[in-house]
């Protein structure tokens, strides 16, 4: 079978963990971790990334210091993965649902505006398939107003908006370094912090509430408990697995995009034909290939063509379910205005494989079977 995805590896990675194991420590915030920090903040111009245990960690870090009061709403977009909404719903937000843009299925910037309360505290915006939202549009809409903006880019590391990395364009950005994402060390995340008013308190947090990092640094001589916090380092292990990768940053980022262009070349002609649709790329974004999807005409056709695949020894996936209609999601959220796009497009949208070394002929039986289908 062709995996939707491999997870990516350089061959460095042994290397750099009997590095981790010699030196004698594996705790968080060793050396290790502390380059994967400072890899981000030079290459991104971020002024602080934390690295955590998972992207959800990083969610959660970023829900917390959003200092949520009982009654706040949080609005974000109800197609993503459920921990973009957990997050704020454990620390007590009311979710706010909105719909997507069909040609990018971002969430809709016109329908952030339309579900603006005097409660909104915060927006949470997700960039699909690492190409980025309207940022511009929910910046000028948060700013007036003194609400926060929190970036799940989960799937966006190292794309680019208007030339600025994806991250680093809110309040707060939240990395993914999961197995299934394009750079990663098996679970793991980052939270750059872009205010820098929000960096004692996330140190803090992501040191079990301790004043440790200020310790570290010398400015205390003693460190102590000081606030709420929770275990959100990950070991030097994972760390020194994820250094090697971010080394070949840019390969990595070319290779799954030439993989991206060839599927969009050689698929272009079934487009052209209507049969099929494929990926819009907002002229202001640079994307990172995290994923190639493709949508077909009705859900009926998606699920004829996913078993037509499968025969073929090709695994494809959809998602995502929308939260609004899952039961979390119902107990936690509502939906603002009208669901267009959100339910009727996820249902027709199909993942093809795509990960850091496929080889073109892989690609190019993929694509012959998609045009067998379609006779
Ligand atoms: C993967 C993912 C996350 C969570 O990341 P983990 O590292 O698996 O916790 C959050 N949001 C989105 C959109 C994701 O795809």
Redesign the pocket.
């Known amino acids: 079978m062709i995996p939707l995805n491999r997870p990516t590896r350089t061959g460095k990675e042994i290397d750099y963990i009997r590095q981790a194991i010699e030196s004698g420590s594996l705790q968080g915030g060793g050396r290790f971790t502390q380059k994967c920090m400072e890899w981000m903040e030079k290459k991104f111009s971020a002024s602080k990334v934390l690295l955590t245990s998972?992207?959800?960690?990083a969610?959660d870090m970023a829900a917390y210091l959003c200092s949520i009061q009982p009654g706040d709403e949080v609005i974000l977009p109800s197609f993503?993965?459920s921990?973009?909404a957990v997050a704020f719903a454990r620390v007590g937000a009311k979710l706010v649902f909105v719909d997507i843009c069909p040609e990018t299925m971002n969430c809709d910037a016109d329908a952030i505006e339309k579900a603006l309360t005097v409660k909104t505290k915060v927006i949470v915006v997700?960039h699909y398939a690492g190409v980025a939202c309207d940022m511009e549009k929910v910046m000028c809409l948060a700013k007036d107003r003194g609400i926060l903006i929190v970036e799940?880019a989960?799937?966006g590391f190292m794309s680019t908006y208007k030339g600025r990395y994806l991250g680093t364009i809110g309040h707060f950005g939240c990395y993914?370094?999961?197995d299934t994402?394009n750079y990663t060390m098996g679970?793991?995340?980052a939270l750059v912090i872009n205010d820098r008013n929000f960096i004692e308190r996330a140190e803090i947090l992501w040191e079990k509430g301790t004043n440790r990092s200020k310790f570290i640094r010398g400015m205390v001589d003693k460190y102590t408990w000081v606030d709420m916090g929770d275990s959100y380092l990950p070991s030097e292990l994972n760390a020194a697995f994820l250094i090697p990768q971010l080394e070949k940053a840019d390969l990595i980022f070319r290779d799954r995009l030439e993989s991206w262009d060839r599927y969009f070349d050689r698929l272009k002609e079934l487009m052209l034909r209507g049969d099929i649709q494929l990926p819009s790329i907002p002229e202001d974004c640079g994307h990172n290939a995290h994923i190639f999807y493709i949508k077909t005409g009705t859900c009926e056709h998606r699920d004829r063509l996913m078993d037509f695949l499968k025969a073929k020894g090709i695994c494809t996936a959809f998602h995502y379910l929308p939260l609004h209609k899952s039961p979390a999601g119902l107990k936690y959220g509502r939906f603002a205005g009208e669901d267009h796009f959100t339910s009727f497009e996820s249902e027709r949208l199909l993942r093809l494989p795509i990960y850091y070394g496929m080889e073109s002929k892989t690609i190019d039986y993929i694509v012959k079977a998609i045009f067998q289908f379609y006779g």
Not at 54 to 57: E, Y
């Open positions: 998972s992207g959800t960690a969610l993503t993965f921990s973009t997700m799940d989960a799937h993914s370094f999961h994402k679970e793991g995340g």
